[in-house]
DNA sequence: AGAAATATTTTTGTATACATTTTTATTTTT
DNA sequence: AAAAATAAAAATGTATACAAAAATATTTCT
């Protein structure tokens, strides 16, 4: 695996603390390699929204905060909308069948926070691939990458799991009975429920 | 300037061949640095989208394609109504004075498309700023330095200036009297148009 | 001749060393 | 004692050198 990669894990984790400059000799010596590939690393980090600045050179892990959860789920419930309306009338069974498949693997117990934002990931593009939308579709991974540093509220403390993959099967087969509109209404209030529900339990946390 | 602009400049003055690899040492010479800087430079490009993959270690200037305009002004058109929901009832009369000034220079000759880009982003950021919504902000600033990069067709071959000025003092016009519907129905009128109009030009093309 | 395999060249990736900048600590001044 | 100025340190930024990988050219085989 790659440092950037291993950096998000850290992140997910809480392997690094939030708030304090991150070090390039300090990493470089936690993953034994040197700073050229620490800086590639925290720069792609940052530009991915990761990292944020700190001071005038460096960079830290941002704090989580509630706003920032609300505005990830408001844009994903835009623009998954908007790709799921393209990709709509050119889903097939063989991209619900994979839809399916990936939801099924979702629902096992003992996935990591990463596994399980990537299967989520996986799940919604098995239906947006078909729209055949390069750009927006790049954002709109990019904005369910972070969201992926709050997942370990929604599949933790929040026991979100069993009602998600319920939502997952109804969302399919509303696409099934080729429903356009209640579909994308559907997905709307799926992921703006995930949102507005995590939103609430972070304003009401004090430390972190 | 540091390095990075100066290849964003180069991008958008097309002194960049689209299509064919950046070669690291030839830019390194180009602009009189290592590759370190340059290899720095390209990575944050590529995560921001103003370079693409090319190979399995390499990247270029992607092409200009009708499709990521479309899906751009598309993306702009949700976020930024978003946006602007968010901020309406806090805009008073400093912000509009403050947009109102920026909207005044944009007026002027002679500008580069740089130049033209940030302003225009400046007059709308005036507005959206008091949304206090750093992650929606910063999303939606990402997407206008996309779009950016076809800002040449806006203001070169499709005569675009005049209307767009227009546009922006009603819409002003708009968020004074307090209208708020009007106000963001107006806004997504006034993106979605100027995509449209970029999309169907670019669609015409055939060597780009 | 065309495809596959191999060798060559080119290019990117990484480490180390040094320069520059930023931050922190210390000293000086009011 | 607080603020400003200065000095020390620690950190980031960049260059050069080398290693690994990728792309290209060449050779070999069918």
């Not at 050179?57 to 990830?72: I, N, S, Y």
């Not at 623009?79 to 097939?92: N, T, V």
């Not at 429903?179 to 009401?204: C, M, P, S, W």
Request: hydrophobic letters at 40%.
């Amino acid at each position: 695996m790659d440092i950037k990669q291993q950096i998000k894990d850290d992140i997910l984790n809480n392997k690094l603390a939030r708030g304090v400059p991150l070090r390039q000799v300090e990493l470089s010596q936690r993953y034994g390699v040197s700073r050229i590939p620490i800086r590639d690393a925290l720069l792609s980090l940052k530009a991915e929204g990761w990292l944020s600045p700190h001071g005038k050179a460096g960079v830290m892990v941002p704090a989580l905060h509630w706003k920032e959860a609300e505005d990830l789920s408001l844009m994903r419930a835009e623009l998954e909308c908007l790709l799921l309306d393209m990709a709509f009338d050119r889903i097939s069974e063989k991209e619900l069948n994979e839809a399916k498949f990936i939801s099924l693997q979702l629902d096992k117990e003992g996935l990591s926070l990463i596994e399980r934002g990537e299967l989520n990931w996986h799940f919604h593009q098995a239906l947006y691939k078909v729209a055949d939308r390069p750009t927006l579709q790049r954002v709109v991974e990019g904005l369910n990458q972070q969201a992926v540093r709050y997942l370990g509220f929604q599949y933790g403390p929040l026991g979100y799991r069993a009602e998600s993959q319920h939502q997952h099967e109804e969302l399919l087969s509303l696409i099934q009975k080729k429903n356009k509109y209640a579909a994308i209404k559907f997905l709307r209030q799926h992921i703006e429920d995930a949102g507005v529900l995590l939103t609430k339990y972070l304003k009401g946390m004090t430390d972190f």
